[in-house]
């Protein structure tokens, strides 16, 4: 009622409101960059990514690469997009990310995407009973909320920009920490930083074992 109320004011209908360019907000490079690309063939450029992520975008065990391989087109392309412009920072991935061109970064976006994910791990009963809790849960006290509210129980994860967190140990302990510190910074609204902050060492430990035997 307020909304058509304002816009009798205005004079304007709920149609001209809609189509306004003065009330549209642009869709963010990556996403104009993954509508452009059809994603046929396998990207030239995969092939020194298999390095580190794999060749099937799946990393070997005990390093500390985030596989790749199934995770959201939208997320990949994202997270190339912010280590190509500085906003997520990384010595390693920020100069290859330079080195790609909009469309290259959407072609390898939907090139893993489209890799199947690792099979789901079945559940140790002696498991991290803390990443658990963390994971799915919460921990009312630290006014955290659980994992899964936002990154989904499956390995689908939580929407476009919310990944799956079944990743290695060691490098969702090197995320979260730097979520921490400051160090990484390319989350929306603060959100990853404000709940690193109430974590411990130990948590974030626990939910990286958690996870890693997901």
Known sequence: MKRALILAALGLTAAAFAQSPDFKRPPPAWQVALSASKGSKPPAKAASCAGCHGAAGIPAAGTPFPRLAGLPAEYLAK????????????????????????????????????????????????????????????????????????????????????????????????????????????????????????LSDADIKALADYYAGR
């Not at 469309?103 to 690792?118: C, G, N, S, T, V």
């Not at 509210?149 to 390995?155: F, P, Q």
């Open 79 to 198: 997270q190339l997009f912010d280590y190509r412009d500085g906003t997520r920072a990384s010595p390693l991935m920020g100069p290859l990310a330079k080195g790609l061109s909009d469309a290259e970064i959407a072609a390898l976006a939907r090139h893993y995407a489209a890799r199947p994910a690792p099979p789901s791990k079945a559940a140790k009963a002696d498991g991290p009973q803390r990443g658990r809790q963390l994971g799915r849960y919460g921990d009312n006290a630290l006014a955290l909320p659980a994992c899964i509210d936002c990154h989904g129980s499956d390995a689908t994860g939580g929407g476009p920009i919310l990944p799956p967190l079944a990743q290695p140990a060691p490098y969702t302990i090197a995320q979260l920490q730097a979520f921490r510190s400051g160090e990484r910074a390319n989350d929306d609204n603060r959100v990853m930083r404000e709940f690193a902050k109430r």
